[in-house]
C-alpha cells in the first residue's frame, strides 16, 4: 500500500503536479475500496472530511489516476464508470442484483486463439471477460425471502 503512495508522489513530481490534499484524500479512498467505486462512492466517502470538495474534482482526479495508470476502470455497458485500484490483468464478476464487482484472475484467457472475426475486426488493446449473474449473498436472500 505505501509503494502506490510513493509511487503517486513520484508521478506527480514527474508531471509537475502538485500533491494536494485532495488528490491525496481521494487517492487514498479509492486505494482502499475494494469494491469497484463509482464516482459518486468515492465523492461520498471523501465529503466526509471535505465537505467543500466537489463531485468534478473528484471525478478529474480519478481519471488523472487513470491516465497514469495507477488504478483501472471498469467497462460496463449498463451504468457509470467504476474504477479499480486492481491494475493487474484481471476479468470481473458482475451481479445484475446488487452491482457488486467480483475479480478474477484467469491467466489461461490469454493464450487462448481469438476468433478469425476479432482478428481481422481491428487493433486489439485489451481482453477482458465479464460474468453476469447472481451472486451467492443474494441468491441467500431471495430464497429466504420466499
Ligand atoms: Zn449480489
Ligand atoms: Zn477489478
Not at 487514498?28 to 467543500?52: C, F, G, L, Q, W
Amino acid at each position: 500500500m505505501d509503494n502506490k503512495f510513493e509511487l503517486l508522489k513520484e508521478i506527480c513530481k514527474n508531471h509537475g503536479v502538485k500533491l494536494t490534499y485532495q488528490k491525496l484524500e481521494i487517492f487514498r479512498e479509492i486505494i482502499k475500496a475494494k469494491n469497484h467505486p463509482s464516482v459518486e462512492d468515492i465523492y461520498n466517502r471523501v465529503k466526509v472530511n471535505m465537505p467543500t470538495i466537489s463531485i468534478d474534482t473528484v471525478y478529474r482526479s480519478l481519471n488523472t489516476f487513470y491516465s497514469w495508470g495507477l488504478i483501472s476502470k471498469v467497462h460496463i455497458f449498463c451504468d457509470k464508470a467504476r474504477f479499480d485500484s486492481n491494475t493487474r490483468l484481471h476479468h470481473h464478476m458482475l451481479c445484475t442484483e446488487c452491482e457488486k464487482l467480483w475479480d478474477f484472475y484467469w491467466p489461461e484467457f490469454y493464450s487462448i486463439e481469438l476468433p478469425a472475426e476479432v482478428k481481422e475486426w481491428g487493433n486489439i488493446e485489451g481482453q477482458f471477460v465479464e460474468i453476469r449473474g447472481i451472486c451467492r449473498e443474494c441468491l441467500k436472500e431471495s430464497e429466504t425471502s420466499r
